[in-house]
């Protein structure tokens, strides 16, 4: 098992930037890759961007494409998001989400609040 604390968020104008935090403790040699999703009011949870342990590839929701950027700093066990150039439709709960294992068990963090206001 894994636990993952988040950080940052917070309310930010249209076009400016942010940047999420999620640092994993437990087992965390097991972990295969680290991502991140969001949530807005009444809509799905979505995968924003993605990381894999090894070789740190990444993917992205093409919505996010250009603008955020999902990094790793495995010494501290820590993934971050940038998120940059901010728009409304951001606005949502976002959760950082570990899969662990050759069954890729995910674990997800608590959740934090971004909100850009226009």
């Known amino acids: 098992q894994v636990q993952l604390v988040q950080s940052g968020g917070g309310l930010v104008q249209s076009g400016g930037s942010l940047r999420l935090s999620c640092t994993a403790s437990g087992s965390v040699s097991t972990i295969y890759a680290m991502a991140w999703y969001r949530q807005a009011p009444g809509k799905e949870r979505e995968l924003v961007a993605s990381i894999t342990n090894r070789d740190r590839s990444t993917d992205y929701a093409d919505s996010v494409k250009g603008r955020f950027t999902v990094s790793r700093d495995n010494a501290k066990n820590t993934v971050y998001l940038q998120m940059n150039n901010l728009k409304p439709e951001d606005t949502a709960v976002y959760y950082c989400?570990?899969?662990?294992?050759?069954?890729?068990?995910?674990?997800w963090g608590q959740g934090t609040q971004v909100t850009v206001s226009s």
């Open positions: 989400k570990a899969y662990l294992g050759l069954l890729r068990t995910g674990y």
